[in-house]
Each structure stands twice: as structure tokens, then as C-alpha cells.
């Protein structure tokens, strides 16, 4: 049995080497947010392939990482639940141009102003939402 802490801690390295090998060989933000607003708002556009080969090799290793290590993949949530939480993330990645890996590892990884508001904002957010839920649930 592995510690708790150990693939957190994989898993985070990775993303950080995964996004600081897509800048420094490519000069593009790994914000997965973007790269799908990108396919799907712009499907003609030239780099679209390396976009869907970016998404590609993050479910394509994922995937099977995760039944190998028999890691529970399955949400407690509801659908109609995940559909509205879809949504609202949705909203707000357009909103604040990027997501959680676009402006927490890659954003504040440059020192983007920018980035820092959206992960002061979306972790307090996130933060609050707990505090209250298990203040309502008594859990």
C-alpha cells in the first residue's frame, strides 16, 4: 500500500514537467480549457492537431494508469449535477480565459496577475463551498 500523499504528488510533478516541456518546446500554455475552446470554436485552425494530440495523450495515459492502479474514478455527484457543474466551469474558464491548469500551474508559473485573481477567486470560492456544505450537512 502506497502513502496517501505519494501519487498527488506524482501527479502534480508530471503536470508541471508536462507544461513547462509544451512552453519551452513549443511556446504554447497548456490550459486545457483553451485547447478545447480552441477545437471547438476554431476547427479549422492550424493548431488544432497538436491541441487534440495534447488531449489525446492525457486520456490516453490516464485511462488505463488509473485501472492498472486501480484508482476509483467514479463520482458520488449525480448526472444532472456534473452536467450543471460542467456548465458553470465552463462559463467561468470563458469568463476568466483558462481553467485551474491554465492559470494555478501555468498562469502563476509566469507571474500572470491575471492568474493569481482567478486562483485567489476560484480557491476561495471552492473553499467556502465546502465550509458551507458541511456546515448545512453537519458532515
Do not use: D
Not at 504528488?9 to 483553451?34: E, F, H, W
Not at 476547427?43 to 494530440?53: K, S, V
Not at 491554465?102 to 465550509?131: D, E, K, P, W
Amino acid at each position: 500500500m502506497h502513502p496517501w500523499w505519494l501519487y498527488p504528488l506524482i501527479g502534480g510533478a508530471l503536470i508541471g514537467l508536462s507544461a513547462t516541456l509544451l512552453l519551452a518546446l513549443n511556446g504554447r500554455v497548456a490550459g486545457i480549457s483553451g485547447m478545447l475552446k480552441g477545437i471547438f470554436m476554431t476547427p479549422t485552425e492550424a493548431g488544432n492537431g497538436q491541441r487534440w494530440a495534447f488531449l489525446l495523450g492525457m486520456i490516453a495515459a490516464g485511462s488505463p494508469l488509473a485501472l492498472m492502479l486501480g484508482i476509483n474514478t467514479e463520482s458520488p455527484a449525480s448526472v444532472p449535477v456534473l452536467l450543471i457543474a460542467g456548465v458553470l466551469v465552463g462559463l467561468g474558464t470563458s469568463l476568466s480565459n483558462g481553467c485551474t491548469s491554465g492559470h494555478g500551474v501555468c498562469g502563476l508559473g509566469r507571474r500572470s496577475a491575471r492568474s493569481l485573481v482567478a486562483v485567489v477567486t476560484f480557491m476561495s470560492t471552492a473553499i467556502l463551498t465546502v465550509l458551507i456544505l458541511r456546515t448545512a450537512t453537519g458532515g
